[in-house]
C-alpha cells in the first residue's frame, strides 16, 4: 500500500528516515518536518509505503506550485530491486500530475540516478 503519511506512522518512518541518513541522523529535526507534514503543510510531502503491515519504504518531497522535489527516497535493502520505487513514481504522478519532477540525489549514487532518470526526474546532485 502506497499512501500519504498519517500521525500513526510516527515511529516507524522515522527509523527508516535514520536508516537512511545513517550519521549525523537528527530526530528532532525529523519529528518536527514530520510533524509540520501531518499538520497539513502545503510545502511538504510524504509518503509511506507499507505491506503487510510492515513499512519498506518512504519517500519525502517538497513541494512547490510547479515543482515535486524529492530529497528522500529510501526502500529498505531488503526489499530493493523489487520495483517499490517505480510504485511510489506512479502514486507521485497520480498525485501531482501537473508538477515538473525533481530529485536531490547525493553523489555517487549511480543507482538513483539510474532509477530517477528513467521515469523523467532532472536530477540535481548535491
Ligand atoms: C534507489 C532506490 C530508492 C531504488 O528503489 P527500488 O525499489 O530498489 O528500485 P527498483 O527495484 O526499480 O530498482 C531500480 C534499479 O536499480 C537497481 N537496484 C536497486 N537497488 C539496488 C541495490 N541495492 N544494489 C544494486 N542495484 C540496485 C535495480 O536492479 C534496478 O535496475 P534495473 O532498472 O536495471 O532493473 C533504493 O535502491 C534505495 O532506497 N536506495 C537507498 C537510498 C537512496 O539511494 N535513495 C535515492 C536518493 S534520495
Known amino acids: 500500500m502506497i499512501r500519504f503519511f498519517e500521525a500513526e506512522d510516527k515511529i516507524e518512518i522515522t527509523k527508516l528516515a535514520a536508516d ?49 522535489i524529492i530529497h528522500q527516497l529510501y526502500i529498505k535493502p531488503a526489499f530493493q530491486k523489487l520495483k517499490v520505487a517505480p510504485q511510489v513514481f506512479d502514486f507521485i504522478e497520480e498525485h501531482f500530475p501537473e508538477h515538473k519532477r525533481q530529485a536531490l540525489v547525493p553523489k555517487r549514487n549511480e543507482i538513483a540516478l539510474g532509477v530517477f532518470s528513467k521515469r523523467g526526474y532532472d536530477i540535481i546532485i548535491l
Open 20 to 68: 537512511f541518513t545513517g550519521e549525523g541522523f537528527d530526530g528532532e529535526e525529523f519529528g518536527l518536518l514530520f510533524d509540520e507534514i501531518i499538520d497539513g503543510s502545503p510545502d511538504e510531502c510524504g509518503i509511506a509505503v507499507l505491506h503487510a503491515g510492515e513499512y519498506l519504504g518512504y519517500c519525502l518531497a517538497h513541494v512547490t506550485r510547479e515543482e515535486f
